[in-house]
């Protein structure tokens, strides 16, 4: 059986789970959808055509699946879809989508969304990503799986993150950011590979070492990115973190690149 406290407001229209438990004075709007085990805390928000996946908590005092912060939305019917077992703690917001955007807002599974963390309309976001206190993303970011958004950080609208990407605390994104990458700064420059989200993963110390050989000859100065790519494609064909990071770059994009500093500085 579900749980939901006296003080608790559950609009007519609401579809919830078995095992949901609703805290005290939160709001759940008409349209949205708690799957089984559904945990709101206390002072939890969720509107709109929101549906949250079997077994995610949400932390006290978030906003959930109101409407997008986009002075084109015109209240168009669009969805804000988050995933199972994912952590959405305290202030988090998020919106659903827009026209101009597909729609629809959609977070993975086994997410984790720190304190004040923003995901905007028409976000894409895989699972096991995790956004650290107030990182935040503007409209029709998208997010590969295992990717860390560092604490204070902000990524751009139409900026795509590489899974197990490491973006660094404070850091302004505003292009895109390889698979694997670590970049910090602002404006944010690759640092090199994420290798310690690589170890904790368990990728192999071989494929860690052909993944910082592609790196270097990527990113070299000799030759066009063009030429450099092919090289790498020829040198690797059959590691996939390498096809994973030609993929990304090679992919339609509306952002630059985001690459390492030159020696000159540049």
């Not at 202030?91 to 989508?97: A, C, I, L, R, S």
């Not at 295992?146 to 994104?173: C, D, E, N, P, Y």
Request: glycine residues 12%; hydrophobic residues 40%.
């Amino acid at each position: 059986m579900s749980s939901i406290h006296p003080t608790a407001i559950v609009e007519t229209g609401a579809k919830i789970g078995d095992g949901v438990s609703i805290g005290p004075y939160s709001i759940v709007g008409p349209d949205v959808e708690l799957a089984d085990g559904v945990e709101l805390m206390s002072h939890t928000v969720v509107w709109g055509q929101t549906t949250v996946g079997a077994k995610t908590r949400i932390f006290p005092f978030s906003s959930i699946g109101h409407q997008p912060q986009d002075l084109k939305f015109k209240g168009e019917k669009s969805r804000l879809i988050i995933g199972e077992n994912t952590v959405i703690r305290e202030h988090v917001t998020m919106n659903p989508g827009t026209d101009g955007g597909g729609l629809v807002t959609r977070i993975g599974d086994n997410c984790l969304f720190m304190i004040g963390a923003h995901v905007a309309h028409d976000c894409q976001i895989g699972d096991n990503v995790i956004l650290v206190n107030n990182a935040t993303l503007a409209g029709h970011v998208s997010i590969e799986e295992w990717a860390i958004i560092g604490g204070l950080s902000a990524v751009h609208q139409f900026v795509r993150i590489g899974k197990h990407a490491m973006i660094g605390g404070k850091t302004g994104v505003a292009e895109d950011v390889i698979p694997y990458g670590s970049v910090i700064g602002n404006r944010a420059r690759l640092s090199g590979l994420n290798i310690i989200g690589l170890k904790r993963r368990n990728f192999s110390r071989e494929d860690i070492h052909i993944l910082r050989k592609a790196y270097r000859l990527i990113f070299a100065e000799e030759g066009t990115l063009a030429e450099r790519i092919q090289d790498v494609a020829e040198l690797f064909p059959d590691t996939e973190p390498v096809r994973d990071i030609l993929d990304f770059i090679t992919a339609d994009s509306s952002r630059s690149i985001c690459q390492p500093k030159m020696k000159d500085g540049a």
